[in-house]
């Protein structure tokens, strides 16, 4: 931490793609680094002083431990965690950085409102009431002036309030303090709470390689050596932010045309001069849609342009830290969610995408959803030839298999429970070999073993020499135009920004067909800023909620006991197997299917209920050998987006009786496989120890741990996949895109992502969203076949 300019500096970890060095003293280049990035905290010392009062509430200093806990080996790292207390380890003002310079939801004034009431006594009096209240003389006390028992039950009032503003800043803080809190890395890249909770940090068999400065724009220059530390996928990026001129060139030399238009008596790289970069299709979006689409049409012998608003880290530059990785390659640093805070959001933004940071789980369409989408949406498309091939070919590019070396503890544990109870369990097909245990998949793959765009379709567009790809750049605006006797307008390219030292630059892309790729969320948002008027646009949008359940199983002392000791709950393949027991996959389709998550122990700590700060660190120091499941239900009930900080969701009733009946069956399968203890993420924090309960006081737990709501903040609902805002259709009045995904609205302007689902899907989207991408860019190959050559343009 430093002081610039009168205000606190804070170190967290960060990286641009590019922000890699190489330390004199580490031939190897072995030191333990993070890249930085400085966040200033804008936070007054009134709002800083009730944020740390909350945050040492949440995690107090405790300094009598669990009995249990003077036995354990690690019994010195669980005494340094208990002892310390959030302000002691930094976190309020990492989270008042965070909270100034990354949170971008529109809570935020609320949050800084009710921080700032609650540092005035009579603001104290009015949020947390008597509690509040002191037996001396003037009675009315601040909220950081109460002490730390009653500010615990003022908490715990909180999360269950009438008030629904109370539940969203209790909520709000828990998760964001907590998550900061058992992320947060010193200049050795580790927490002081990690070893107290069985955690190694990033993948020991993992080293980050430094190495020097590349330049991303050379082709060709690179050594061999260096191409296997910064990723095969190297020559095909170019920095934006290099001058005009360098730009032009390297892009010349890669084949396409570029127009520099200089104002009168102003130097070619003068700030005011307009940068066009021609080429047969320009691609929004990097990710699942966009990398199969930029592959084939590259492979078809078209130049093709990528932009990516994310960053691009190869294999061996990735640091796989929970935080840092968080902030580089999830949208909104990894705190996306709905208006209300209903439900908690991940979305990818990094070149590769979702296949970058996804979970390796590559199921083919489901039969019931195609047959759906083609009788009851008239799609004759999914049940076509030709997706059937796309459906394949996607898959074989993958590297798609079913086989498991070695089953990591989650689902080792559900295919158990599953077995023991009778209920179906399935191989999940994956994009990745059946000996790749790795826990770290969420935050970029280490060895490229998992098979995402990064490590497939955009490496086929470099390999073609008809493609590259300029990452950091946010398309702003599509460029379309009405031709004369044409009833619709006409794509003719984009405008894209970008951050050029402290000031942002725009160049274009003029194309013959453009090709929107930036998933559920950033797809409508750029339509819309584009001037285009569907009504459906934004629509539609499906989330697939999750809601999780727990089951803790301790180290036995039998070296032969299962689940064996050295399987810890973040090790292994994430998705291995999977239940549609109440899947109802043979009826109407619509139901839920159970899981595995990835959680490392930041989103571990902001989904567990929080009850009390004793409580808290029992539950976090069981991390390693707690598993977990969850039910992913196809969800009838939609939202919709107006940008990534609005995003509104209403789930159904329908959807809400699914997610309690995969809840039911989750709890029972934890128990059957073995489970000590068992509980789910409500905020009542109830929990039973199954070996001690009788079958009676089990089947009343669980009856009464389902039968609870899962809306208004009770239980964390989150979403990994998003889907159905621009959705594909048959008339122009109920949908965005017909089945070539063309939009109705816009000529040579294509879709290729979940964004064009028609319905929820109801598993892992990926195959789905490339199959989709692959058919679509058939259709894009037909229109350009139908203009002039790229070389007459």
Same mark, same amino acid.
């Given at each position: 931490?430093?002081?610039?300019?009168?205000?606190?500096?804070?170190?967290?970890?960060?990286?641009?793609?590019?922000?890699?060095?190489?330390?004199?003293?580490?031939?190897?280049?072995?030191?333990?680094?993070?890249?930085?990035?400085?966040?200033?905290?804008?936070?007054?010392?009134?709002?800083?002083?009730?944020?740390?009062?909350?945050?040492?509430?949440?995690?107090?200093?405790?300094?009598?431990?669990?009995?249990?806990?003077?036995?354990?080996?690690?019994?010195?790292?669980?005494?340094?965690?208990?002892?310390?207390?959030?302000?002691?380890?930094?976190?309020?003002?990492?989270?008042?950085?965070?909270?100034?310079?990354?949170?971008?939801?529109?809570?935020?004034?609320?949050?800084?409102?009710?921080?700032?009431?609650?540092?005035?006594?009579?603001?104290?009096?009015?949020?947390?009431?008597?509690?509040?209240?002191?037996?001396?003389?003037?009675?009315?006390?601040?909220?950081?002036?109460?002490?730390?028992?009653?500010?615990?039950?003022?908490?715990?009032?909180?999360?269950?309030?009438?008030?629904?503003?109370?539940?969203?800043?209790?909520?709000?803080?828990?998760?964001?303090?907590?998550?900061?809190?058992?992320?947060?890395?010193?200049?050795?890249?580790?927490?002081?709470?990690?070893?107290?909770?069985?955690?190694?940090?990033?993948?020991?068999?993992?080293?980050?390689?430094?190495?020097?400065?590349?330049?991303?724009?050379?082709?060709?220059?690179?050594?061999?050596?260096?191409?296997?530390?910064?990723?095969?996928?190297?020559?095909?990026?170019?920095?934006?932010?290099?001058?005009?001129?360098?730009?032009?060139?390297?892009?010349?030399?890669?084949?396409?045309?570029?127009?520099?238009?200089?104002?009168?008596?102003?130097?070619?790289?003068?700030?005011?001069?307009?940068?066009?970069?021609?080429?047969?299709?320009?691609?929004?979006?990097? +990710?699942?849609?966009? &990398?199969?689409?930029?592959?084939? *049409?590259?492979? %078809?012998?078209?130049?093709?342009?990528? =932009? #990516?608003? /994310?960053?691009?880290?190869?294999?061996?530059?990735?640091?796989?830290?929970?935080?840092?990785?968080?902030?580089?390659?999830?949208?909104?640093?990894?705190?996306?969610?709905?208006?209300?805070?209903?439900?908690?959001?991940?979305?990818?933004?990094?070149?590769?995408?979702?296949?970058?940071?996804?979970?390796?789980?590559?199921?083919?369409?489901?039969?019931?959803?195609?047959?759906?989408?083609?009788?009851?949406?008239?799609?004759?498309?999914?049940?076509?030839?030709?997706?059937?091939?796309?459906?394949?070919?996607?898959?074989?590019?993958? +590297?798609?298999?079913? &086989?498991?070396?070695?089953?990591? *503890?989650?689902? %080792?544990?559900?295919?158990?429970?599953? =077995? #023991?109870? /009778?209920?179906?369990?399935?191989?999940?097909?994956?994009?990745?070999?059946?000996?790749?245990?790795?826990?770290?998949?969420?935050?970029?793959?280490?060895?490229?073993?998992?098979?995402?765009?990064?490590?497939?379709?955009?490496?086929?567009?470099?390999?073609?020499?008809?493609?590259?790809?300029?990452?950091?750049?946010?398309?702003?605006?599509?460029?379309?135009?009405?031709?004369?006797?044409?009833?619709?307008?006409?794509?003719?390219?984009?405008?894209?920004?970008?951050?050029?030292?402290?000031?942002?630059?725009?160049?274009?892309?003029?194309?013959?067909?453009?090709?929107?790729?930036?998933?559920?969320?950033?797809?409508?948002?750029?339509?819309?800023?584009?001037?285009?008027?569907?009504?459906?646009?934004?629509?539609?949008?499906?989330?697939?909620?999750?809601?999780?359940?727990?089951?803790?199983?301790?180290?036995?002392?039998?070296?032969?006991?299962?689940?064996?000791?050295?399987?810890?709950?973040?090790?292994?393949?994430?998705?291995?197997?999977?239940?549609?027991?109440?899947?109802?996959?043979?009826?109407?389709?619509?139901?839920?299917?159970?899981?595995?998550?990835?959680?490392?122990?930041?989103?571990?700590?902001?989904?567990?209920?929080?009850?009390?700060?004793?409580?808290?660190?029992?539950?976090?120091?069981?991390?390693?050998?707690?598993?977990?499941?969850?039910?992913?239900?196809?969800?009838?009930?939609?939202?919709?987006?107006?940008?990534?900080?609005?995003?509104?969701?209403?789930?159904?009733?329908?959807?809400?009786?699914?997610?309690?009946?995969?809840?039911?069956?989750?709890?029972?399968?934890?128990?059957?496989?073995?489970?000590?203890?068992?509980?789910?993420?409500?905020?009542?924090?109830?929990?039973?120890?199954?070996?001690?309960?009788?079958?009676?006081?089990?089947?009343?737990?669980?009856?009464?741990?389902?039968?609870?709501?899962?809306?208004?903040?009770?239980?964390?609902?989150?979403?990994?996949?998003?889907?159905?805002?621009?959705?594909?259709?048959?008339?122009?009045?109920?949908?965005?895109?017909?089945?070539?995904?063309?939009?109705?609205?816009?000529?040579?302007?294509?879709?290729?992502?979940?964004?064009?689902?028609?319905?929820?899907?109801?598993?892992?989207?990926?195959?789905?969203?490339?199959?989709?991408?692959?058919?679509?860019?058939?259709?894009?190959?037909?229109?350009?076949?139908?203009?002039?050559?790229?070389?007459?343009?």
């Amino acid at each position: 931490m430093e002081e610039v300019n009168g205000e606190l500096r804070l170190n967290i970890g960060d990286s641009k793609w590019r922000d890699i060095h190489k330390d004199e003293d580490h031939p190897r280049g072995t030191k333990d680094i993070i890249h930085q990035a400085s966040l200033i905290n804008s936070l007054s010392c009134w709002e800083m002083d009730s944020l740390t009062a909350f945050c040492d509430t949440l995690l107090p200093c405790i300094t009598t431990l669990p009995p249990e806990t003077t036995s354990q080996p690690n019994h010195d790292h669980l005494f340094t965690f208990y002892t310390n207390s959030a302000s002691m380890a930094g976190t309020p003002l990492h989270l008042g950085g965070f909270m100034s310079e990354r949170l971008k939801h529109p809570a935020l004034i609320l949050l800084r409102l009710a921080l700032w009431v609650l540092s005035t006594k009579i603001g104290a009096l009015i949020l947390c009431g008597r509690l509040s209240m002191s037996t001396h003389f003037p009675y009315l006390q601040s909220f950081s002036e109460v002490c730390i028992m009653k500010r615990e039950k003022i908490l715990l009032s909180w999360s269950s309030s009438y008030f629904y503003l109370l539940r969203m800043l209790f909520y709000a803080i828990k998760s964001l303090a907590l998550f900061i809190f058992f992320t947060q890395v010193n200049e050795k890249n580790d927490n002081l709470s990690w070893k107290a909770l069985g955690y190694c940090g990033p993948d020991p068999d993992f080293v980050t390689q430094i190495q020097k400065p590349l330049n991303p724009g050379g082709r060709g220059e690179e050594k061999e050596e260096e191409d296997e530390v910064i990723g095969p996928l190297f020559r095909g990026l170019v920095d934006p932010t290099v001058p005009k001129q360098i730009l032009a060139h390297t892009l010349k030399r890669s084949g396409f045309s570029v127009s520099i238009e200089n104002p009168p008596k102003a130097s070619p790289n003068n700030k005011s001069s307009k940068l066009t970069i021609h080429c047969d299709a320009v691609i929004v979006g990097s +990710g699942s849609g966009g &990398g199969v689409a930029a592959g084939i *049409l590259a492979m %078809a012998g078209y130049k093709v342009i990528v =932009l #990516e608003k /994310g960053n691009y880290y190869a294999r061996k530059s990735l640091s796989l830290l929970e935080g840092p990785t968080m902030d580089q390659m999830y949208q909104g640093s990894g705190f996306v969610a709905t208006k209300d805070l209903s439900v908690a959001i991940l979305a990818a933004s990094t070149v590769g995408g979702g296949a970058t940071i996804n979970w390796s789980a590559s199921i083919k369409t489901p039969q019931h959803v195609l047959k759906e989408w083609c009788s009851c949406y008239e799609l004759e498309l999914f049940q076509s030839q030709l997706y059937k091939e796309a459906m394949q070919v996607v898959c074989d590019r993958m +590297g798609v298999q079913s &086989g498991i070396c070695n089953e990591n *503890l989650n689902n %080792a544990v559900l295919r158990r429970g599953c =077995l #023991e109870l /009778g209920y179906p369990v399935n191989d999940i097909p994956r994009n990745s070999p059946p000996d790749h245990y790795c826990g770290w998949c969420c935050l970029g793959c280490k060895d490229g073993q998992k098979k995402g765009t990064t490590e497939t379709w955009l490496i086929d567009m470099v390999n073609s020499g008809n493609g590259v790809i300029l990452p950091g750049c946010e398309v702003k605006k599509i460029m379309h135009e009405r031709k004369k006797q044409r009833n619709r307008s006409t794509a003719t390219g984009v405008s894209f920004e970008f951050v050029n030292g402290k000031e942002k630059e725009v160049y274009f892309v003029q194309s013959k067909v453009t090709i929107v790729a930036g998933g559920a969320f950033g797809t409508p948002i750029l339509l819309k800023r584009s001037g285009l008027k569907n009504e459906n646009i934004g629509k539609h949008l499906h989330l697939h909620p999750v809601v999780m359940s727990w089951g803790y199983f301790p180290n036995a002392k039998n070296s032969s006991a299962w689940p064996e000791e050295y399987k810890k709950s973040y090790e292994g393949g994430i998705m291995t197997a999977m239940s549609t027991v109440v899947g109802e996959f043979s009826r109407s389709g619509y139901g839920a299917v159970i899981q595995t998550p990835a959680l490392h122990p930041g989103l571990f700590s902001a989904v567990m209920p929080w009850v009390s700060g004793a409580d808290m660190k029992e539950r976090m120091s069981r991390f390693s050998r707690t598993a977990h499941l969850f039910a992913l239900a196809r969800d009838k009930g939609s939202g919709a987006v107006t940008s990534f900080s609005s995003v509104g969701y209403n789930m159904d009733e329908s959807d809400e009786e699914n997610l309690k009946r995969g809840l039911e069956k989750t709890l029972r399968i934890l128990a059957a496989a073995g489970a000590e203890e068992i509980g789910t993420h409500h905020f009542t924090g109830k929990k039973l120890n199954v070996k001690r309960a009788s079958e009676h006081e089990f089947e009343r737990f669980v009856k009464e741990e389902c039968a609870r709501g899962i809306k208004g903040l009770s239980t964390p609902l989150c979403s990994a996949h998003q889907m159905g805002s621009c959705r594909m259709g048959m008339d122009p009045k109920t949908s965005v895109v017909n089945q070539s995904g063309e939009t109705w609205e816009v000529e040579g302007l294509f879709l290729a992502d979940s964004s064009v689902f028609p319905t929820a899907l109801g598993v892992n989207p990926m195959v789905t969203i490339q199959s989709i991408a692959y058919c679509t860019a058939q259709s894009v190959i037909e229109v350009l076949r139908r203009k002039k050559s790229y070389s007459e343009f």
